[in-house]
């Protein structure tokens, strides 16, 4: 099993800037995709950014050239540097990990932590 530990997170003004970092512990070892996903109250949980192993990144629209995803594959933690945050922002962030190449069905996650922007 692999288990994820996120920190960061908080309340901030848009414009604001935060940071999300996720720790992989346990059978880490088999990780290669690592990312954060988003949800809003009432959406469903959406990808945001990952990154795998390679080095290969994906970003959605909403946050491409706000965010900036980033790991250390050494300590398998991944980070996510949240810039221009807007309120559209706001909602629960989940670290998630997975043994293939990119995220999708059979994600390892996160407990999640939220983030607040204000407008």
């Known amino acids: 099993q692999v288990r994820l530990v996120e920190s960061g997170g908080g309340s901030v003004q848009a414009g604001g800037s935060l940071r999300l970092s996720c720790a992989a512990s346990g059978s880490s070892f088999i990780v290669n995709a690592m990312g954060w996903y988003r949800q809003a109250p009432g959406s469903q949980r959406g990808l945001v950014a990952s990154i795998n192993t390679g080095g290969s990144t994906y970003y959605a629209d909403s946050v491409k050239g706000r965010f900036t995803i980033s790991r250390d594959n050494a300590k398998n933690i991944v980070s996510l540097q949240m810039d221009s945050l807007k309120p559209e922002d706001t909602g629960v962030y989940y670290c998630?990990?997975?043994?293939?190449?990119?995220?999708?069905?059979?994600?390892?996650w996160g407990q999640g932590t939220q983030v607040t922007v204000s407008s």
């Open positions: 998630a990990a997975a043994r293939n190449r990119a995220l999708g069905p059979g994600n390892y």
